[in-house]
């Protein structure tokens, strides 16, 4: 129903899950880990790695009253600007970052935070944009990204049908043609029982654009099972180890658990299939271990058969078990051994 690309990767109904690597804060701060955390996306499959491009200043203010303390989370106890100091990706490190990517074949882009990331990432130029769920509201922001006419990617969590609609009305003013929206649950980490990923098709239909899922839950089964609700975009955290602590490590994905659900992605892919009835090519061999009509007693021409020496039993060779009824009293027309498929032939005065 929607296709298009980000960079050479096509994004859509059609096309396969495009699963995206969040590297966030879990470089903490040190150039190495995140190149590493790059290696480690294209190595466990996936299609993209996503950075997050802001500084304390352009999120944020340096104030320390009650209006900027994090309560609640798991952040608890900080305030929003020490936060973001600890967890904010360098921006030297972007394009070096980028290489990296490109040379591995991955897609590079970032969820930017303000006008002067945007600038930025803009000439950097990258292919496509996120927008965080908690910049949904800032229609400033994605008037901006909406401008340069890139694929947009956008998270809802916490945000109401009205909102949504008017971020992705805003983007399409604004210039933006393709669009992607994740169903999100804005809570870190997320529980399981809050997804609600039902509201994944629904996504789909109410705006006619292709949906995806923002996964901040401890595993990976809700990606999984967003895929089989048409999900056609993933998006979860990476991490190297869980161990080396910071701000996002809770709830991302050591690289062995990233691959092993891209892997199960696939899976679940493939066994959706289509809509199809009827025998499939891997069942061919099966079918002849259905049930049919066998003769299970040695019957002598002439004797009538009964539920004692016909039976409905596998493999499939005799006729089919609907003619049982047409066939029970009738007489045999020569002699029958046991084991043998019913046929019209050994049915005396009876034509099919």
């Known amino acids: 129903m929607v296709s298009f690309f980000i960079n050479n990767t096509p994004v859509g109904s059609s096309a396969k ?30 299609n993209a790695i996503k950075l997050q491009t802001y500084t304390p200043e352009t999120i944020t203010i340096d104030c320390k009253n009650k209006y900027f303390a994090i309560k609640g989370t798991l952040w608890e106890g900080k305030n929003l600007f020490q936060l973001y100091r600890e967890s904010y990706t360098p921006w030297e490190w972007h394009p070096k970052l980028n290489k990296i990517a490109q040379d591995l074949g991955l897609d590079f882009f970032s969820t930017p935070f303000d006008k002067t990331a945007v600038d930025f990432l803009e000439k950097m130029g990258v292919p496509a944009y996120k927008i965080a769920s908690f910049e949904l509201v800032d229609i400033p922001l994605l008037r901006q990204v909406g401008a340069t006419g890139k694929p947009v ?73 967003a895929v ?29 658990e990233f691959k092993a659900m891209v892997k199960a992605i696939r899976t679940t892919e493939n066994s959706l299939g289509e809509v199809n009835y009827g025998i499939t090519t891997p069942e ?20 009538k058969f009964s539920t004692k020496n016909i039976r409905s ?17 009738r007489k045999a027309a020569c002699d029958i051994k046991r084991g043998t498929p019913l046929s019209w032939g050994l049915i005396g005065g009876l034509k099919p």
């Open 17 to 46: 899950t495009y699963i995206i690597a969040e590297m966030s804060a879990n470089h903490n701060q040190d150039f190495k880990r995140a190149a590493a955390i790059v290696k480690a996306a294209s190595e466990a499959g996936a």
């Open 153 to 225: 990617i956008m998270s809802t969590g916490m945000a109401s049908l009205a909102e949504i609609d008017e971020a992705v009305t805003t983007l399409r003013q604004s210039g933006t043609k393709d669009i992607i929206l994740l169903k999100c649950v804005s809570a870190y980490p997320a529980p399981a029982e809050a997804m609600n990923l039902k509201a994944i098709p629904n996504l789909s239909t109410a705006f006619g654009v292709c949906v995806g899922l923002s996964d901040h839950t401890l595993n990976s089964t809700a990606a999984i099972a």
């Open 228 to 256: 089989s609700l048409g999900a056609r975009v993933v998006e979860k955290h990476l991490t190297l180890s869980r161990k080396n602590g910071g701000s996002d490590s809770a709830f991302s994905l050591e690289p062995h």
């Open 284 to 303: 061919v061999a099966s079918r002849i271990f259905r049930r049919s009509l066998f003769v299970v007693e040695n019957i002598n021409a002439g004797e």
């Open 313 to 329: 039993i596998r493999p499939g060779h005799g006729l089919h078990t609907r003619y049982l009824d047409n066939i029970l009293g």
